[in-house]
């Protein structure tokens, strides 16, 4: 395995673990869920259908985003060597700007009386899908100029942290846990993101 390869795969995951940890992607279904009085089953059923549609937005997006750069690379000899680098940096910086500009989700307009409980699980499922992982997206470019099976690897590693983490959170957050101040984590979590995503970029620029 390459070097550029192992990088994209240590940084995918830890941006996913990231990205799953962020209470803002499954402390909302805790919300609603305690509000309609829903059991641990219902709630970990909802959670697994927003995750999957969250995480196959963000995928789908991603393979465009890779086969643009596959096509790209093919006229433009600088692409890997220097494009891609100081894209994955551009974006780590701004997302670390932006997210100090961000307005997180809130979940007190979605869950209305009288709604029922299958308008919520769509409304939730639909709200996840068009709210993509931008952040991991950049590493899909880097991935679509070294092959599709990198691109295939980091939409694995991505579904099934993202997935499986948000289960996991949701499931030991059940009993009570949406009363402690998740604010601080989720003001870290852009600053972190940024971070791996620079330090992804400056890796590439090394290497090449």
Same mark, same amino acid.
Do not use: T
């Given at each position: 395995m390459s070097a550029d390869i192992l990088q994209l795969m240590i940084s995918s995951a830890l941006l996913s673990i990231l990205h799953a940890v962020l209470p803002n992607h499954w402390l909302p279904v805790i919300a609603i869920a305690q509000r309609e009085k829903w059991t641990m089953r219902e709630t970990l059923q909802t959670t697994f259908l927003a995750s999957l549609a969250h995480a196959g937005s963000t995928i789908l997006i991603g393979v465009i985003i890779a086969?643009?750069?596959?096509? *790209?690379?093919?006229?433009v000899a600088v692409f890997t060597s220097v494009i891609t680098?100081? &894209?994955? /940096?551009?974006?780590? *910086?701004?997302?670390?700007?932006?997210h100090y500009h961000h307005k997180h989700f809130h979940i007190k307009s979605a869950s209305a009386k009288g709604t !029922?409980?299958? %308008?919520?699980? /769509?409304?939730?499922? &639909?709200?996840?899908?068009?709210?993509?992982? *931008?952040?991991?997206? %950049?590493?899909?470019?880097a991935a679509g100029v070294i092959g599709w099976q990198v691109v @295939? *690897?980091? !939409? /694995? &590693?991505?579904?099934?942290i993202s997935v499986a983490g948000m289960?996991?959170?949701? !499931?030991?957050?059940? +009993?009570?846990?949406t009363k @402690?101040?998740? +604010?601080?984590?989720?003001? !870290?979590?852009?600053i972190i993101a940024g971070i791996i995503l620079i330090l992804t970029g400056l890796s590439f620029l090394i290497i090449h």
């Open positions: 086969a643009f750069a596959f096509q *790209l690379d093919k006229h680098p100081a &894209i994955l /940096i551009s974006m780590g *910086l701004l997302f670390i700007w932006q !029922s409980k299958a %308008a919520l699980i /769509i409304w939730f499922v &639909i709200a996840m899908f068009f709210s993509p992982c *931008l952040e991991i997206e %950049a590493f899909y470019l @295939l *690897l980091i !939409s /694995i &590693i991505y579904l099934v289960v996991f959170w949701v !499931s030991w957050a059940y +009993h009570g846990l @402690l101040n998740w +604010h601080a984590l989720e003001h !870290s979590a852009g």
